[in-house]
Every structure is written in structure tokens, then in C-alpha cells.
């Protein structure tokens, strides 16, 4: 099993849906979560981070951690075009300076 | 100006030469890291460097050799090039007390 499990998609979804983003963790050392966002041909990006069990909201986007069941979530509300990329779930143990664990991406494609 | 930067952005050779990737960053960052993302999209570390010391050396085939002169550069220098090599050498950065790295744009490696 791997330590991060995410559902590679692809998703596709029509402009102004929302969007939920999944992944599911084997190691109960993780203390942050991270989303990161990957558009074609770029690096990744932090969209949002977590510590710990929680919700976190940033605009169009909120990010929910269920350490009890080792699941995260992202969830894009009124999505837009430019939202279409890859995003990423990124776990470490240590907050700064420490080894990301990364999910495969979910490539995910909003329709105008 | 660009936070982290790599060169060359695409590198087509043959299989058995020798080549680097370069990397800097110029946001006063004491940890480097080089991750592969292979064809699936899967980012997996393969070293990290803080303040010119290796800290994380991953399973990797020790024709890699990270090399880092000094805090704001990390090089990458692999011998003897597989056809499996081929993929997106990813270099970035982190701070102590931030979360998150900062990501470079990648170098897209094929091996023919």
C-alpha cells in the first residue's frame, strides 16, 4: 500500500460546479496536509496547507483533514476554467524542512 | 525575477552520456530538495540539502549525484543515462518556519 493514495481522475466537471478532491494516508506520523496546484508544463504550487485535524477555508477553496480516518479533501466552490490543472495532496511529519509525501494529482478539467 | 530557477528546461541525449541539471534560488531558502515526476504525474524525492549538507539521499541509483557549492544553488549531475531516467527533474526550496516548498519549473529529461 502506498503512503498516499489519490485518485489519479481524470475530472471533469462544468464551469461553476463544485469539486471535491480526495486522498487517503497510511502513515498516522503526518501532521500537515498540503494541496498543491499543477498547471501544464509548471511546477506545483501551495494552494492551502492544514495542521492537524481541521477545516481551513481560503476563498474559493476549503481544505478538511479527518486524521481519525486518514483522509483529506479539498473542495473548489463556484469553479472557473482557470481552475483546470492537476492538484496534489502533500503530507510531511514536520511543518518546514521536512520530506514531502505526495499523492499522484487528480487532473482536473472545469468546461466553460 | 524568478524564485527558483532551473536550466536547461528540456534535455534530449542518448542513453549512456553524461549530464547536470543546474538549480538556484534566489529567496534566501536554507533547504534544496530535487524531486523526479514521472510519467504518471508521481513526485517522489530523491534528495535534500540544507545549508550545503545532504540531508535526505532517498533509494536512488547512485549515478545521481546532488552537488550544492553553496545555499542558493543545487545541481544535479547523473552518469551513464537510462532510458527510465526520462522524466521531470523538479528542484525546490523551503524555509525554516514556512510551510511548504517553493518549486522550480522543471527539466524535462529524455533519454532516447
Known amino acids: 500500500q502506498k503512503e498516499v493514495e489519490q485518485d489519479p481522475g481524470p475530472l471533469s466537471v462544468p464551469e461553476g460546479a463544485i469539486v471535491s478532491l480526495n486522498c487517503t494516508y497510511s502513515n498516522s506520523a503526518f501532521q500537515y496536509f498540503m494541496w498543491y496546484r499543477q498547471y501544464s508544463r509548471k511546477g506545483p504550487e501551495l494552494l492551502m496547507y492544514t495542521y492537524s485535524s481541521g477545516n481551513k477555508e481560503d476563498g474559493r477553496f476549503t481544505a478538511q483533514v479527518d486524521k481519525s480516518s486518514k483522509y483529506i479533501s479539498l473542495f473548489i466552490r463556484d469553479s472557473q476554467p482557470s481552475d483546470s490543472a492537476t492538484y496534489l495532496c502533500?503530507?510531511?511529519?514536520?511543518?518546514?524542512?521536512?520530506?514531502?509525501?505526495f499523492g499522484k494529482g487528480t487532473l482536473l478539467t472545469v468546461n466553460p | 525575477d524568478t524564485a527558483v530557477s532551473q536550466t536547461p528546461k528540456y534535455l534530449v541525449t542518448q542513453m549512456g552520456n553524461d549530464k547536470s541539471i543546474k538549480c538556484e534560488q534566489n529567496?534566501?531558502?536554507?533547504?534544496m530538495y530535487w524531486y523526479k515526476q514521472d510519467s504518471k504525474k508521481f513526485l517522489k524525492i530523491m534528495f535534500s540539502?540544507?545549508?550545503?549538507?545532504?540531508?535526505i539521499n532517498e533509494t536512488v541509483p547512485n549515478r545521481f549525484s546532488p552537488k550544492s557549492p553553496d545555499k542558493a544553488h543545487l545541481n544535479l549531475h547523473i552518469n551513464s543515462l537510462e532510458l527510465g531516467d526520462s522524466a521531470v527533474y523538479f528542484c525546490a526550496s523551503s524555509q525554516e518556519g514556512v510551510i511548504g516548498y517553493t518549486f522550480g519549473s522543471g527539466t524535462r529529461l529524455t533519454v532516447v
Open positions: 529567496l534566501g531558502h536554507d533547504t
Open positions: 540539502y540544507n545549508n550545503k549538507e545532504l540531508i
Open positions: 502533500a503530507m510531511s511529519r514536520g511543518g518546514s524542512n521536512y520530506k514531502l509525501t
